[in-house]
């Protein structure tokens, strides 16, 4: 070192010496760099090596004035970490934990190693004086200082941004087609709800486009949408991008975007993180959406519901400035739970006043559900129908507004939905609807005892453990025992019309089978672009499949005529022909 630098750095001094056991004086020195040799010394956490970790401390406390700093250039380890934070805020000092960018882009562009992020421990001696609490602080996203609360805090942070570095190491290697999409969350300092989640893909073939990489901002309230939602739309939405990876990117609730520019900024240096191998640090990135801006998004109602959890209804705006409102669960956001859309009114106020549209049914399985109950309805005639789920009601406003005779019988087990449903959905009992706040499978049990005849009973009940492979209904709706309680409600002429959410094969074979069991004619209708199956299920023998196809064409007809009488849509609700031609009779 000497020979290397005694001409041009004529004032630095080397020396030779043991790190702990060095021979300066108390005190001596205001800084101690130390780049790499903790690591080096702290390759496990073996009591021996804790030994030394403790003389290396005691050495550096020893040789530094109070206002001191101890800086440190390590990859941080999770051992390592843990023993910084045991000695140095113990004995008083503030310990501060930054992210040093320029040495890790240094790394990735010399190839050295899988591109770990490398982080500078700031320790600052204080005298120690009794019942002060440490101070620790993080500076892990540019410049931004943020002081947490506890050590955990620190690890946990320190973990997350390792764990997204090897994420991106990943990326920056290869393409990862064929191996599913990589996810992330993003955060801002401090927060601990994310602020975006971002989804990123390749193209399944090795030749490239020319067009590398992209990024794709889904606008507020869109998220949800299949093109959005799942692999396989966003594998169409790559596509027809046309670029050979693209960054899905989707903003959260609870945020505020000032709009696509902003987005944009905020999000380019994360982006390029992300980027395929052989892309200049410095490239341009295209960003994508829809539309002009990132959408709007209102929340009108917070509640908690003790059998969902916490929920929110929000509003937001659709293509053409459209608006929906939407029920939605936390734990599940994905999902939207209801929804409906809006229509202004004019207002002698000047305010134009929102109201729901009757004659929307946002989820298509209530489409081929309203198909089921005109199969089961007689024309002209009154018509009792259960309906065993109720959300926030769109499908029996839907069919009070459709079926002039038709008298609903609505049941949920939980008192929020019905509350939910009334004031932002505009539900409203009358002579013709009546909501029952009960278990559904024991209403379904003791109608059957009672003797209750319905000539349609449907079930649109969503599982609160989506987990076992099947979302809607839960189990206990599929038992035998009460699949002959529904029969004995429908009597021989009447139809069950289930809706059927089940992701698992095995899962999906048992319940038509145990359905299959019960009723003599089954059939079924997958929605396309949708996990959602109805089952169409009736004690009425059918002897030609093709009688049964007719009569559900029948009854779809019957639905498009009643909605364009009722004014509640202009064109046809049901294509008849995709229902009739997909239609599966398994029994």
């Not at 209530?366 to 789920?389: K, R």
């Not at 145990?514 to 023998?541: G, H």
Request: glycine share 8%; charged share 25%.
């Amino acid at each position: 070192m000497q020979d290397a630098h005694g001409k041009d750095r004529i004032n630095m001094v080397y020396q030779q010496m043991d790190a702990l056991n060095m021979t300066f004086n108390d005190c001596q020195f205001s800084v101690v760099l130390d780049k790499g040799t903790l690591d080096a010394l702290m390759p496990d956490d073996s009591e021996d090596v804790r030994r030394k970790i403790d003389k290396l401390f005691n050495e550096i406390d020893r040789v530094l004035r109070v206002g001191g700093r101890y800086i440190c250039v390590s990859l941080l380890q999770d051992h390592i970490l843990v023993k910084l934070l045991e000695f140095f805020p113990t004995a008083g000092w503030m310990l501060r934990v930054c992210r040093c960018i320029e040495a890790e882009h240094r790394s990735a562009q010399s190839g050295d190693g899988a591109c770990l992020p490398v982080f500078i421990v700031v320790c600052t001696k204080f005298k120690k004086l009794p019942n002060i609490q440490p101070v620790l602080e993080i500076c892990l996203a540019g410049e931004h200082i943020q002081r947490v609360c506890s050590q955990d805090e620190v690890k946990s942070s320190v973990k997350a941004l390792q764990q997204s570095s090897l994420v991106c190491s990943r990326l920056n290697r290869g393409s990862v087609a064929g191996h599913g999409e990589v996810f992330l969350d993003l955060f801002r300092p401090g927060e601990t709800n994310p602020r975006y989640t971002v989804n990123v893909l390749d193209q399944p073939y090795a030749k490239e486009t020319g067009r590398r990489f992209a990024a794709f901002i889904v606008p507020q309230g869109r998220e949800t949408e299949w093109l959005f939602a799942t692999p396989e739309g966003r594998s169409t939405l790559l596509k027809s991008a046309g670029f050979d990876r693209l960054a899905v990117v989707s903003l959260h609730r609870d945020q505020t975007y000032k709009g696509l520019d902003a987005v944009q900024e905020e999000l380019t240096d994360s982006i390029l993180h992300l980027a395929p191998p052989g892309l200049l640090q410095n490239a341009q990135i295209p960003f994508l959406s829809v539309g002009s801006d990132v959408g709007r998004r209102e929340i009108c109602y917070r509640g908690h519901s003790q059998m969902s959890g916490d929920f929110i209804v929000e509003e937001v705006e659709g293509d053409g400035g459209q608006l929906f409102r939407r029920l939605i669960f936390l734990n599940s956001q994905g999902v939207i739970q209801s929804e409906a859309r809006l229509k202004l009114l004019k207002s002698r106020k000047g305010k134009p006043k929102k109201v729901i549209d009757v004659g929307y049914l946002a989820c298509e399985h209530h489409t081929y559900m309203t198909v089921g109950v005109a199969l089961a309805a007689p024309d002209g005639a009154e018509c009792n129908v259960a309906v065993i789920g109720l959300g926030g009601g769109g499908l029996c406003t839907f069919l009070q507004h459709c079926f002039q005779k038709i008298r609903i019988t609505a049941v949920d087990i939980d008192p929020a939905m019905l509350e939910v449903a009334t004031d932002y959905f505009d539900l409203v009992q009358d002579e013709r609807l009546d909501v029952y706040i009960r278990d559904g499978a024991q209403f379904i049990q003791q109608a059957a005892e009672k003797g209750t005849s319905f000539h349609a009973v449907l079930f649109d009940v969503d599982s609160k453990t989506p987990g076992a492979g099947m979302s809607c209904p839960p189990p206990q709706f599929l038992e035998p025992s009460l699949l002959k309680d529904v029969k004995k409600c429908v009597g021989d002429k009447g139809l069950f019309i289930l809706n059927l959410v089940c992701r698992i094969s095995k899962l999906r074979e048992e319940a038509i089978n145990n359905i299959k069991d019960v009723f003599k004619s089954v059939s079924s209708y997958k929605l396309e672009q949708e996990v959602n199956e109805i089952i169409f299920c009736t004690d009425d023998a059918v002897e030609e499949k093709q009688t049964w196809r007719n009569s559900l064409e029948e009854a779809a007809k019957r639905v498009n005529g009643l909605a364009k009488k009722r004014k509640l849509q202009a064109g046809d609700l049901v294509d008849v022909s995709n229902l009739v031609n997909s239609l599966k009779i398994t029994a």
